[in-house]
């Protein structure tokens, strides 16, 4: 098997092939099509969440004066913010159907992935999706210490580790606020350095954690307020993390970037990043060549992204490794409406009703409700966590049921099977889909193959 | 182009169907649809005819059939002391009495010899013949019978269901809904997907959990209560067929079988007798003006197979019923199961067009005049005698 550059890259660094598009045909144009997931689309700010989140809390306020729990302003508000969420999900998958790479918007999965934080209640929900288009997206080609910087004191994940409630216990406020009880505490200090830096096989101590935790005190976020620093909440002091000393004088957010630089340019990060890459991108057990390169290219680049990008645009790998990965319930969606040929624009016709039935409730069932990862170590990476009976019975019941009530008219199968796997079926998927009974099950045996449901 | 099952689209369509052929100008005809209603039902994966009205008269039967279509003496209902139906259909036993039920036991499209279930279906539903290339056909014979009609509108004639129906897809305006229930994952797409499974140990490990569990699935992700899609079709057709709705067509599928045919065909034929039942139920007064033709793409072959089944073949049987059928009858010759009489040695021989049969049906329903089916509805038919399919 040996498939044109353009057709590896598509199924192996985006989300497959389409009868619409087709991807570059060399790594740099790979490396270079990220810069589509960069610009601003149906982006979530948090201008505006903040605004949301104050309104909405104003209407409860004026609704449990009237003796009522919730009032119609109030609800009317709520399922506003909820459909601009939905609006931004949407966007995700239409943006996908559009780019003729994918190879963006697969980066921008694997580091929300990477960065992980899960919502909730409404205003939560629009912070992830902030998170991602504030913090991510413009980052994926820049570096590794900025993409960083921005996601640990975005909102979204201040609230999610639990840094919102983590006070200097010698800070301002708390020396003012006597009675309340207020203290540190280390969550988003232990994830910046075990999760999203140096991993946890890193030489860390439970004490860099601590007084990385102190040094973070003073970063949270309220709706109220601008800015997501409060040099009242900040511990007074100097703190040694992995050996060097950091503020000392008035606290401000700088000294918080001095040590994310650090942190983003350890040697241990290097090769943190480097295998999660590796295993997201080429293998779960990767080839240590392939992680080798990439961490080398990250030290020597000091967490270039955009270099990073082109190592695995690349990548050898690509083709020695072809079809170790499974795809994820989100990829396996995206590249099934990809592969029938939807565009953007049909993805963002789905009515609210479509949008759950198409895409949430059958990814739930797959084990990725969307944006709602088990913990902040994000989506796992083994082909068993996703290959379970319930997730590839969804996988059958939605290739055999969504595709005719999404394409007026189904291409013949035999064609679908080389438009959607290039030149790489497998012997026994092409004995099979000619004997489909109907178009719709031979589309279907395409779709939950495991040819097509590994990349 | 999105929905077909959430609007009710009045589809005049994208990228499809060149322009509407010149004999189709409704201005032509005298006659309005009236008050006859058509429903075509595609059975999806080539239904077994030889199983479904047994020819247990004919004394190679028990030579080429040992296990499958075992006849009266084995449940199957004597229909004229030569057929008898196989015990799926025994609901219908009511309507051969009362004269509305019929069939052809030996038909076929023109598609010959590479039977391909794609094909099959594509020039069963383009209507044409083999002088066409499958790949250009876009248009259905229904759309194009819709264009000859006088004062249609978007709702003269639904699709239903989810599957794609392009017998009545194109230039003509018509309607489409699906129900909520999924289609069920048949014995056929088991086994196949069960083939494409075994290299991959991850996959057939888990794919068999998987089909059990798929069974009961719905695409959205839901548990299904039950599996009566096939009642929810018919009651929809039926309840559009009472007001504005003349036409209306959607597929059964699941007639593949290959393999364990005396456990898998039962089903599928009682979810086919079903529906024709709930049609005439929901129909009440209206079943009299109603005819419903259940066509397949292809027969499957004399011999049964080695692993209880049956392979695609070529002659096969085409099932009418409803109030306006001249029915309790056989339509048509037999050809005969010698081996002498087999199409290239092992299938069924066709003796008539099934195009011939809806033509006619047409002609008599719709007033469609004669050159207008053999030239543009069904290009390059010849309708031949009147086998007269109504009463």
């Known amino acids: 098997m040996s498939l044109p ?27 270079a099509s990220v810069a589509a997931a960069m610009s601003a689309g149906d982006s979530v700010y948090m201008d505006g969440v903040r605004q949301m989140q104050i309104e909405l809390r104003r209407l409860l306020l004026i609704a449990r004066k009237g003796g009522q729990v919730e009032d119609e302003a109030y609800r009317s508000h709520r399922r506003g913010m909820n ?43 629009l912070m992830t999706a902030a998170l991602v288009d504030e913090a991510i997206r413009p980052h994926l080609t820049g570096r590794f210490a900025d993409l960083m910087f921005a996601a640990e004191t975005h909102p979204a994940m201040l609230i999610y580790l639990d840094q919102v409630g983590s006070v200097g216990p010698n800070s301002v406020s708390a020396r003012r606020n006597p009675d309340k009880v207020m203290g540190l505490n280390e969550n988003l200090a232990r994830e910046m350095i075990e999760l999203h830096s140096l991993g946890v096989g890193a030489d860390y101590t439970q004490q860099d954690v601590e007084a990385l935790a102190r040094l973070l005190t003073g970063l949270t976020y309220s709706a109220r307020q601008p800015g997501v620093f409060r040099p009242a909440q900040a511990e007074p002091g100097a703190d040694t993390v992995l050996g060097r ?67 695995l645009a690349e990548a050898p790998e690509l083709a020695t490794q072809y079809r170790q990965k499974l795809r994820q319930p989100h990829e396996f969606l995206a590249a099934s409406l990809r592969s029938l040929g939807l565009t953007g624009d049909d993805i963002r016709g789905f009515s609210r009703k479509q949008i759950r039935q198409v895409l949430l409730n059958p990814m739930a069932v797959m084990g990725q409700p969307w944006a709602r990862p088990n913990g902040p170590d994000g989506w796992p990476e083994e082909a068993e966590a996703w290959g379970t009976p319930q997730g590839l019975a969804m996988r059958i019941n939605w290739a055999m049921g969504q595709p005719s009530r999404l394409v007026r008219q189904l291409p013949d199968p035999r064609e679908f099977l080389t438009m959607a796997l290039g030149e790489a079926a497998s012997e026994p998927l092409r004995w099979a889909v000619p004997r489909a009974e109907s178009r719709s099950q031979g589309i279907a045996l395409v779709l939950a193959s495991a040819d097509f449901n590994r990349r | 182009m999105i929905s077909r ?84 259909l025994h609901g219908l036993w009511p309507l051969w009495q009362a004269g509305q039920l019929g069939f052809a036991p030996a038909v076929s499209t023109p598609y010959r010899d ?23 056909q876009q248009d259905g014979w229904l759309n194009r019978l819709l264009q000859a009609m006088p004062n249609q509108s978007w709702e003269t004639a639904y699709s239903i269901g989810a599957e794609d129906m392009r017998i009545l897809q194109g230039p003509a305006a018509t309607s489409s809904w699906a129900p909520e229930a999924n289609l069920a994952i048949s014995p056929q797409a088991m086994r196949l997907l069960t083939h494409v499974y075994h290299h991959d140990p991850l996959f057939r490990e888990a794919g068999e959990r998987a089909m ?76 009299g003006s109603t005819t419903v033709m259940a066509m397949t793409e292809f027969g499957r072959t004399v011999h049964e197979n080695g692993s209880a089944g049956t392979d695609h073949g070529t002659g096969g049987a085409l099932l009418v019923a409803g109030g306006a059928v001249r029915g309790g009858r056989a339509m048509g010759d037999w050809p005969g199961l010698a081996e002498g009489d087999l199409y290239d040695g092992r299938d069924l021989m066709p003796l008539r067009d099934i195009r011939a049969y809806a033509a006619w049906a047409m002609h008599a329903k719709f007033g469609i005049a004669q050159t207008v089916l053999e030239q543009a509805v069904f290009p390059g038919l010849d309708m031949g005698s009147d086998p007269r399919l109504l009463a």
């Open chain 2, 114 to 136: 590479k039977r391909s279930h794609f094909d099959g279906q594509t020039m069963l539903e383009a209507g044409t013949g083999t002088d066409l290339d499958l790949d250009r």
């Open chain 1, 245 to 311: 000393s950091y503020g000392g004088d008035s606290a401000t957010l700088n000294d918080i970037r001095d040590v994310i630089e650090d942190l983003a340019s350890h040697q241990a990060t290097a090769s943190h990043i480097a295998r999660k890459l590796a295993i997201h991108f080429i293998a779960d057990d990767p080839p240590p060549s392939v992680v080798e390169r990439l961490a080398n290219v990250f030290r020597d680049t000091a967490g270039d992204l955009g270099a990073i990008n082109l190592t």
């Open chain 1, 5 to 31: 550059y353009d057709q590896l890259a598509a199924i192996r660094l985006g989300f497959g092939l389409s009868p619409r598009l087709t991807g570059p045909a060399d790594p740099a144009g790979v490396a």
């Open chain 1, 83 to 125: 459909d601009r969420y939905l609006r931004a999900i949407v966007d995700r998958f239409a943006r996908i159907m559009d780019d003729p790479s994918g190879f963006g918007e697969r980066l921008v999965a694997f580091w929300s992935s990477h960065f992980a934080v899960r919502g909730g209640a409404p205003h939560a929900n």
């Open chain 2, 212 to 287: 059990a569990i798929a069974a009961g699935l719905e695409a959205e992700g839901k548990l299904v209560p039950d599996r009566k899609e096939h009642l929810a079709l018919a009651q929809f057709a039926a309840d559009r067929l009472n007001r504005g709705t003349r036409i209306a067509t959607f597929s059964l599928a699941g007639w593949d079988t290959h393999a364990r045919q005396a456990a898998n065909l039962p089903d599928m034929l009682e979810r086919l007798s079903e529906t024709i039942l709930a049609l005439r139920d929901g129909l009440g007064s209206h079943w």
């Open chain 2, 5 to 88: 099952r959430l609007f009710l689209t009045s589809a005049a369509l994208i990228g499809c169907s060149a322009a509407a052929h010149p004999l189709l100008t409704p201005m032509a005809f005298a006659s309005a649809p009236g008050d006859n209603r058509l429903v075509v039902i595609i059975l999806r994966g080539a239904m077994d005819g030889i199983d479904a009205f047994q020819p247990y008269g004919d004394k190679n039967l028990r030579r080429v059939r040992q296990t499958l279509s075992l006849g009266p003496d084995h449940g199957a209902k004597d229909l004229d002391g030569f057929f008898a139906l196989h015990p799926g």
